[in-house]
């Protein structure tokens, strides 16, 4: 069974840094991507970022970029996401998500598996 569990989500005041983290376990991904949304509250789920399992290719939203940057570790099957200068626009629910097939993608219908989440609170 498929499982992803992410941690390192927490209060941080504006500037700040936080860096998650999604362990995979369950499945040998050998292909696909994961990726990182996120939803604030009220709003719909977005995308964030992605990585590749094989190439390492990275994708970002326009609203992270620079700001935000992802790192794999295969042999752990861990996938981190390292935020700095954090804005009270960065709240929300954080989640990782599998894609077991395939390349970076945008559309969460693409993602196969998806974590609980973890809150990220980004006070002013």
């Known amino acids: 069974q498929v499982q992803l569990v992410e941690s390192g989500g927490g209060l941080v005041q504006a500037g700040g840094s936080l860096r998650l983290s999604c362990a995979a376990s369950?499945?040998?991904?050998?292909?696909?991507?994961m990726g990182w949304f996120r939803q604030a509250l009220g709003k719909e789920r977005e995308f964030v970022a992605a990585i590749m399992w094989s190439a390492g290719d990275t994708l970002y939203a326009d609203s992270v970029k620079g700001r935000f940057t992802l790192s794999k570790d295969n042999a752990k099957r861990t996938v981190d996401l390292q935020m700095n200068n954090l804005k009270p626009a960065d709240t929300a629910v954080y989640y990782c998500?599998?894609?077991?097939?395939?390349?970076?993608?945008?559309?969460?219908?693409?993602?196969?598996?998806w974590g609980q989440g973890t809150q990220v609170t980004v006070s002013s």
């Open positions: 369950g499945l040998a991904f050998k292909t696909g991507s």
């Open positions: 998500a599998a894609r077991y097939f395939g390349g970076n993608s945008i559309y969460q219908r693409n993602y196969d598996y």
